[in-house]
């Protein structure tokens, strides 16, 4: 159950496979490299990835119930933050992640209705959204990316629509 892909700088293609709790890469003509991750919360390890993002440096950004992880190219794990026993920034269901050109990391957190603001340490930076229909407010927000301007761009699934933050 596929659920999201992000392709770095050389072609490869990863992809959070959601049911399976895992990770897989793959070259860029398909074939199969490597995977990495099981089911549970431990470091490595994934309670259905949502969210895969790719920062410039090649570092592997991971979503998933159980929060936020960081991962080298080849899966090696480097750190996680968030989640629902997580750090001073608790949050369950994060969706979406995308990563801007500064190397900030965005989620999208589908129960809070909100979009999270992280460096690429993890360190909490802001937080914007509520539940409603307005500007700035999400009813299951899912998918989320970035553009070359520093544009954040946010499905909310619940309202059919697209929100742009600048």
Same mark, same amino acid.
């Given at each position: ?7 770095d700088a050389l072609g490869n293609v990863y992809v959070a496979d959601s049911f399976n709790h895992r990770?897989?890469? @793959? ?10 991750? !099981?089911?549970? *919360? ?5 309670? =259905?990835?949502?969210?895969? !993002? &790719?920062?410039? $440096?090649?570092?592997?950004? /991971?979503?998933?119930?159980?929060? &936020? ?10 750190? *996680? ?7 001073? /920034?608790? @949050?369950?269901?994060? +969706?979406? &992640? ?7 990391? =965005?989620?999208?957190? *589908?129960?809070? $209705?909100? /979009?999270l603001k992280f460096n690429s340490s993890g360190m909490f930076l802001a937080r914007w959204g509520s %539940? ?18 520093? %544009?954040? =761009?946010?499905?909310? +699934?619940? %309202?059919? *629509? ?5």
């Open positions: 159950f596929p659920k999201d892909i992000a392709v990770i897989q890469k @793959f070259s860029a003509s398909g074939v199969f490299i490597t995977e990495w991750g !099981a089911h549970g *919360r431990g470091d490595g390890e994934f309670e =259905y990835p949502e969210g895969i !993002a &790719i920062d410039a $440096q090649g570092h592997l950004f /991971v979503a998933d119930s159980s929060g &936020i992880q960081k991962f080298s190219s080849s899966g090696s794990f480097i750190s *996680r933050w968030g989640g629902e026993d997580g750090d001073d /920034v608790e @949050f369950s269901t994060p +969706t979406g &992640i995308a990563i801007d050109g500064e190397g900030s990391v =965005y989620v999208a957190v *589908r129960n809070s $209705q909100a /979009v %539940n409603g229909s307005g500007d700035g407010e999400f009813e299951l927000p899912h998918g989320i990316a970035s553009d070359v301007q520093g %544009n954040v =761009y946010v499905v909310d +699934t619940g %309202n059919n *629509r697209i929100q742009k933050f600048s």
